[in-house]
């Protein structure tokens, strides 16, 4: 018997027509797709999965097995939100048809519902190849963590010349077929000025309020992190403190002999 499912999930059709800004968050693990399913539109499972979960100093070395790992996970613990997994570096930019050999794949074994691919101009083709096929797409434009060597690190990106080609990578990838884009890290006029420009819609992530959705890296959001937290992230929450406290409290009670306590046991003769 199929699996019967009572929530309609959204899809990349849906999202485009949705009257309020997209509630995007990225999602690597079954656990945390549940608690972010009922309040998000979109699930991002982001290659930044190499640098919150793997601790790479990158996304660079992330492959295609690990994101279609981490998109099964996030599939079966979401059933409201649409979940798109990234195209890891190295899996797309040689060829349209290797970018649909590996999404293809992707989304035959997570069952995601769209792929996300970093790139502009040089893009375009690639992308009309996917969408010609069947394979619905969100652009990143901006800064691109995958060419964060080539943008001389990671930083804000859209001043003076850079503005204009950023905007001409918007237009290429709606042009594209592309149903939504990424923008990160990106000067807020230029951002702003591409959103009111583009018909489909823009994601913000470092970007402008004028954007049709927000994204963030749920980690940086729930103040897991504490050494580093980008300038464009609100901590809505300092879980690492919480986590902290708890760790100290349960490493104290284990050495106290505190913990486990006959609540915590089973098998033990009980006091008449």
């Known amino acids: 018997m199929s699996k019967h499912q009572t929530t309609r999930r959204h899809t990349p059709r849906s999202l485009v027509t949705l009257q ?29 999965l190499g640098m919150v979960v793997y601790g790479m100093d990158s996304t660079l070395a992330v492959t295609p097995e690990m994101m279609a790992a981490h998109g099964q996970a996030v599939v079966r613990g979401s059933q409201k939100a649409c979940v798109a997994v990234d195209l890891p570096f190295g899996s ?6 290797q970018a649909f050999r590996v999404a293809a794949d992707i989304m035959a074994r997570t069952g ?49 010349a850079e503005a ?41 992530i470092g970007a402008s309020p004028a954007c049709g959705g927000q994204v963030l890296v749920t980690e940086d959001m729930l103040g897991l992190f504490p050494d ?3 300038r464009f992230v609100r901590r809505f929450a300092n879980l690492g403190q919480e986590v902290d406290r708890a760790v100290a409290a349960y490493a104290q009670a284990v050495r106290s002999h505190s ?3 006959p609540e915590e046991c089973v098998g033990l003769t009980e006091t008449p």
């Open 20 to 48: 309020t800004p997209i509630v995007a968050l990225t999602a690597y693990t079954t656990p945390m797709a549940r608690l972010l399913d009922p309040h998000c539109d979109l699930l991002l499972v982001g290659d930044s």
């Open 259 to 261: 913990f486990p306590g």
């Open 228 to 230: 580093f937290t980008p």
């Open 112 to 160: 995601a519902g769209c792929v996300k691919l970093e790139g502009g101009r040089e893009m375009a083709d690639t992308i009309a190849f996917l969408v010609q096929r069947g394979i619905p797409v969100i652009g990143h434009i901006g800064l691109k963590p995958q060419a964060v060597h080539a943008h001389g690190g990671f930083r804000t990106v859209g001043r003076g």
């Open 164 to 204: 204009t080609q950023i905007m001409e990578d918007a237009v290429a990838v709606e042009q594209a077929g592309a149903f939504a884009v990424v923008i990160e890290s990106t000067m807020e006029p230029v951002a702003r000025a591409i959103s009111e420009k583009l018909s489909i819609p823009t994601i913000g």
């Open 92 to 97: 797309y930019q040689e060829s349209p048809q």
